[in-house]
């Protein structure tokens, strides 16, 4: 069973631009979870969408926002780019089959955004 | 709110041996799921292990155990027989019941594995 995809791998953009991000979960799962990890701030969460609904989000601005699509595919959207973005994007997948299951995640190769 | 601290920064150990990797957390709910992942320099996050709050048995992968202090909220990873490969960094992550979706995830701690 193929892994956990995100698309692209790495990407540089400058400040004010917005950048979207593709997270394709392993087959079958339906909840996808998105992550930012930084060197300062470590793994911080952004959100969680299941059955193309946003479950759970972390304390970001409104600038991050996501969306599921029906085959359980998900991005993410950061418009007005600053300079403190530049991270690691990670996505998660898990097999959750209920809105309040708990399931292991599976994480993918995630994304280097670069600001400049 | 629920937090995950790694005091260990950085670990060593020599190739074979057993190291001990050191996770506690703070949490008022009874029924959790605790993690550990792997983060080698491909950044790639590996699932290590898993253990659910409501077993008392701790979790066993191979050469990976943890040692699951629920009274004293505190989670530890055994590496036994350390190989190269283990080099990476390592994180405890935090599942908890009104949360689900995320994790939290601790600071860290960089393992080195040496020949």
């Known amino acids: 069973k193929a892994g956990v995809t995100q698309t692209p791998r790495y990407l540089i953009k400058t400040r004010g631009q917005q950048v979207t991000l593709s997270c394709s979960p392993i087959?079958?799962?339906?909840?996808v979870s998105w992550y930012q990890q930084t060197p300062g701030q470590g793994l911080q969460f952004l959100f969680e969408?299941?059955?193309?609904?946003?479950?759970n989000k972390g304390n970001f601005p409104g600038r991050f926002s996501g969306r599921q699509f029906s085959n359980s595919r998900s991005e993410m959207n950061v418009s007005t780019l600053e300079l403190g973005d530049s991270a690691l994007y990670l996505c998660?997948?898990?097999?959750?089959?209920?809105?309040?299951?708990?399931?292991?995640?599976?994480f993918g190769p995630g994304t280097r955004l670069l600001v400049l | 709110a629920q937090t995950v601290t790694q005091s260990q920064p950085e670990m060593s150990v020599q190739e074979a041996e057993t190291v001990t990797l050191s996770c506690t957390y703070d949490?008022?709910?009874?029924?959790?799921?605790l993690f550990w992942y792997k983060q080698p320099p491909s950044r790639q996050m590996i699932l290590v292990i898993r253990?659910?709050?409501?077993?008392?048995q701790n979790a066993t992968e191979n050469r990976f155990s943890v040692n699951f202090q629920k009274a004293a909220k505190s989670f530890s990873l055994k590496i036994s027989d350390s190989q190269l490969g283990d080099t990476a960094m390592y994180f405890c992550?935090?599942?908890?019941?009104?949360?689900?979706?995320?994790?939290?995830f601790g600071q860290g701690t960089t393992l080195q594995v040496k020949p």
């Open positions: 998660a997948s898990s097999r959750k089959t209920s809105g309040r299951a708990r399931e292991t995640q599976y």
């Open positions: 253990q659910e709050a409501y077993k008392q």
């Open positions: 969408y299941f059955s193309e609904t946003q479950r």
């Open positions: 087959s079958g799962h339906r909840s």
């Open positions: 992550a935090f599942m908890g019941s009104g949360n689900t979706g995320k994790l939290i």
């Open positions: 949490t008022s709910e009874s029924n959790y799921y």
